[in-house]
């Protein structure tokens, strides 16, 4: 199953915290990382967050600082924490993935809702 799968989603209130969780093989995310996507409703889809193979981290400008993604060895997965939550934020989370010699083809999971409001 190289298809990702996200969770951990839910509603919460601005300045809340909640903690999503990919699950990826770790063969894939070992050799070619994970990143973090979002997607509201009539938006583009827009990048959030990289974890790379050697384990550089980046994120957006919006959400550094507040965000950080990392690999959770004991569940074996790939998290983003997210802090100090905006409603702005509020989105769908999505996980991509590769696969490949040259880590050439991807998989997107079906994505976890996060909704920030007062």
């Known amino acids: 199953q190289l298809r990702p799968v996200e969770s951990g989603g839910g509603l919460v209130q601005p300045g809340e915290s909640l903690r999503l969780s990919c699950t990826v093989p770790?063969?894939?995310?070992?050799?070619?990382?994970v990143d973090w996507y979002r997607q509201d409703s009539g938006k583009e889809r827009e990048w959030v967050s990289s974890l790379s193979a050697d384990g550089t981290t980046k994120y957006a400008d919006s959400v550094k600082g507040r965000f950080t993604i990392g690999r959770d060895k004991v569940r074996d997965t790939v998290y983003l924490q997210l802090n100090s939550l905006k409603p702005e934020d509020t989105a769908t989370y999505l996980c991509?993935?590769?696969?490949?010699?040259?880590?050439?083809?991807?998989?997107w999971g079906q994505g976890t809702q996060v909704n920030v409001s007062a």
């Open positions: 770790r063969v894939t995310s070992n050799k070619c990382g």
């Open positions: 991509k993935t590769y696969s490949g010699g040259y880590c050439d083809f991807t998989y």
